[in-house]
Each structure stands twice: as structure tokens, then as C-alpha cells.
């Protein structure tokens, strides 16, 4: 049903309200500063207006949003850390002890988490489908009730779950193609054998998928070789661009989850932004294939929607420079 | 005597405090959250409490400081804008109405402007050296007694002044030699026969120092061919490493200020960092020859300490992630 629910939403996308783009944009072209001096920030603010489907864009009540999971393919010993280390950070954030609580706080914004599958990995890729049709459903309902519920004017998506690069990786190169290791890199920081075995893991799941569902698409794709919180994320975006809710995406395993969705429409992403580029070579890749531009390239590689937040601020700042500083007119007119 | 007490601090430079440096070090190794994954950021924490001289490096009380001018070069017909936008933007600066007051806002930020010369611009540099001797002890004073009456933990720096990327242009060219053209950037946006307005201004003016005091180095090529804020930043620079205070730097032409502090000291930017990376090309130039990375590279082109400014949420998260967040030894010992 849920998986039904996304489809059909991908089919009939909400636009961008052109009129409060355009007042936006008239706006910028008068502030008191030369034109264009802002440049991608001037942008920022005319993609915030056209969602949030006003022309005073403004980001009060970001909301840092993360799905956890654990992963089966965390057997093929493709992280340096156990999977209990999923649950131990998801207790870190509850507690507001974690790096994305910090950055939260000075950003202004607050974090949520959710948990899709801690204690109930995905399957191993490597030989069977990582997510099964019933907890596909399952896992759209609950994100997307999370999304409808949440009080925000700007989602902040992020994820947690010792051995989601390996999951992105998968993902990535199912969607697109090319070599594999082109889109495997050393996540938290695994050695060269641990490099190895993550290429080998990533191999066999595609692979596995390509006998098992060969045309496979999509979410399918993303529940083929991707996990529970991959979907999730996946479900979120679908769910925040039906409230015209614009999104800043986090690191590699948001954007592979994210870019299934263009594989349903060319325009799915059109309310969603890259926060940052990672360190991980995939994410580069994968960023320009999707004709994302980052905001920030700090070489960060935690996750965890850290770099997404690490963002927020300079959102905040695009919509303040044209609501917040008045227009040659008004500042000549005093 | 203010030249001399510059010249004197540049040739007994405080260092960083390696104690308080090594004590982040540490704290950063041990944080909850894989080693290294905040790269530039742990940098940036670490960079701070060597300056602070204190292992809880913090951003609680950052001051954007914007020394503003004008130039007698602008008769050359190098900008877009009259010379009265300088006295006008300055008036912006202190309604709380522009751009900079915006973004501090947003960083937790105050804003100080300091008007070293907005009615009585610097002279001409194409024919005659832009600020005599007199001058230049007179704005060194003004800016060594505002920087050392500030309240602050990270100073912000920036300027505003009509004419001034040319003024850059022509200090970059003097310190680093290379083609005019390669310094000579569009600035406010000048069209073509603008450009080469600028380009033979600076042309001329490096031309005419190198005639008139061939052995200029240092803060006299900031006199003979930059301007009174431009003295003012380097100043300012000075004043703040003998606090032990870091300092953001804006774009192209506070970096053209602070370039010629490192003829004296190669050591004399060592509590710099760069804020961001303009569109002006010298700016990339510099930054690359100065071995500054900078935080940010979003294309902004506005000066007035706009695009460190845009930087400081991020400075004060990466102290947020060293401070506020507990060590492995922490969490697991609750």
C-alpha cells in the first residue's frame, strides 16, 4: 500500500510556486548590494521561497531528521565498527551528546530520530533482497507519518548504520553504472582489506539483484540493495515534497537513497538541495550525476545528517540577506 | 611610531599555545564519533584553542569589525559605483540594514564599522602614494586601540570602500609579481572597458611605486599602492595575534591586507584563517600563494566581512564538537 502511496505521489509531483519565486527574485534584484553579489546564496533563498510557497523565505524550525538501521551485510566485515555501535550512537543522540546535537544547537535547529530497524537488520544483499515488500510498506508509512507530523520549515535528512556506505555503494552502482570501485570508499576509515571486502560485497548484491529482479528501478533498487533507513529516507523526501517542504540532504547513503527517486521522475528532487560533499569518492561522483552542487566540501564523513546541519546556518543567512535588508527603494524612500 | 610598533610586533610575534593545542588534539581523538571524520573542522577547534590559549576552545562573543574608506583611484573610473555608496553603505552598516548585520545575526555575531577615511579618501595611487607616512601611523593607532578595546573570542575582518578590489589588485601584483590582469577581477561587476580601466590602474600605480620607493616591502606597499583600510586590516592583524585573538579573514582585499604582513614574517598569519573564496579570481590566486584553504567557496563577491561571516556558524561548530560532545572515555563511563 505504502510502496503504492510513493509511486503515485512520484507520478503527480507538487510544483514550485513559480509567483513567490519570481517576487523573490524581483526582490533580490533591488536589494541594497550589487546584484548578483550573493550569488548561490541569492539562489538559495528563491528555491527556499518557491516551497515554502512564500516570498519571506525563512528557516526557523530546521528539523534534523534521522532514520537508524542496522545492516545484514555488516557480516561481510565491511566497517571497523560492530553493529552495536548503531544503538550506542542512537542513545547518544537522545541524549543530546552527540556532534549533530552540537551542531544543531548553534544552527538553530532540532534533531529527531527514528529508528526503522536497530534491532532488526535489513537482510545481507549479498544473497537475498535486503528489505522484503511488507517492511518496504511498513517503513514508508512510518516515515512518512514522521514527515506529516513534524512542525518544520526546513527537513534536514540524515541517517545512522554501521555499514550504509557499503548500502549507498550498492545503490549507487545499481542506478548508474560504471566500475565498482568508483563508488566504494573507506566510510568511517576501514583498511585496504576492509576496502576489499566491501567492492566484493557491493559486486555480489548488485549482481544478485540484476538475477533476481532484473528490472529493477527506483525503490526497488533501494530495497534490493540498500536497507531499511535508505528507504525510509527515500519515503521522507516523497512525503516533505507533498507538504512543499524543501530538504537539505546530508552525505553519500542520503543522496544514493535520494537518487533512486529520479529513476521514478526527473523532477523528484527539485525541493531538495546537497548540504555538503563528503569525503567519500562515491559522493562526489554520485553529486555530480545528479546535478547536485553542495553548499559546503569540509571533507566531512560522519553521517549522522552532521554535514547537512553543518549548512543549515547558511540557509538561514540566503533568506535573511533578502528578507532582512532592505531594498534600494525602501532604503532611499526612508 | 605606529609603523614602528607594527614593524616591532611583526619581528616578536606571539606563538600559539602548543599546550592548549595538544590538550584539543587529544579530546579530538577520543570524541565520541570515528577518528578524523570532521576533518577542516577538528583543524579549526584545535587552530582556535592554540589561540585562545585554552583546551575549551569556544566562539561565544565573534565581532565582525569593517574598517571602510574611500580611494582616491576610483577617479580612474575602476567601479560601477560613485565613492558616496561608501558613506551610504556605512550608514547601512550602523541602521542594522545590510547584508553583514543580517548574517551576524544569524552567527551570534555584533558588527563594529570603523571609518578610517570615507570623506578623506587616500590619494591617488596612480600618481602619488596613497597614504603618507602621517597617515599611516594615524590609522595604525585607530585600529590597534579599536582591536584591543573589542570584546571577543574571534575577530571577523572586513572592509568596505569603492575602489578597493583595485586597491587589492595592485597589492597582490606588487608582493607576488605575475600579469595585471591575472590580479585584476571584476569587483561590483564592471563591464569590459571598466576592466581595463583597472587593469592599467594598477598597472600604473605598481609602475609608479616601483619608480618611487623600489624597496618597498611589507606594509609600505599596503601605503603606497592599497589604502587606509587596507592599513587599517593589516593593522588591525597585528593587534589582534598580540592579543592571541584569531581572526577570520573576509575576501580579496583583506587578504591583500594581511599578504603583506608575511614580507615581515612568514609566521605573521598564523592566527589567520580564510573566512571563504570570493568570485574575484586574484582572490583564488592569493589564497593559494598565501596557503590559505578557505572555509567557504560560494561564489559571494560583497565584501564587508559578509563571507567570514557566512563562515562563523561553522568555527564555532567545530569548537561545539570538541567541547560539547563527550569522549568515548565519557559516554562509557556514565
Redesign the interface.
Known sequence: MSRAWLVEQLASLTPPDSASAQATRDRVND???????????DEIAIWIASWQRSAQPAVSRPVGLIFAANHGVAAAGVS??PVEVTA?TVA?FEAH???VT??A????ATVSVVDVGVNEPSNDFRTMRAVDAERVDHVIDVARRTVDALDTDLLVLGEMGIGNTTAAAAVAHALYGGQVHEWVGRG??VDDAGLARKQQAVARGVARMERDDPDASGIDVVAEVGGLELVAMAAAIVAARQRSLPVLLDGYVVSAAAAALLDHHRDALAHCRAGHRS?EPGHRRLLALMGLDP????????GEA?GAM?AV??V??AC??VT???TFTE?FSR
Chains 1, 2 share one sequence.
Open positions: 536589494i541594497l548590494r550589487p546584484s548578483g553579489a550573493l550569488a548561490r546564496l571497523n565498527y550506542a547518544a551528546s552527540s556532534t552540537a551542531f544547537d548553534i544552527a538553530g568511517t576509515g569525503a553548499l559546503l566540501d569540509l571533507d566531512m564523513r560522519l552532521s553543518a546556518p547558511l538561514r543567512m535573511a540577506a532582512r535588508v532592505p532604503w
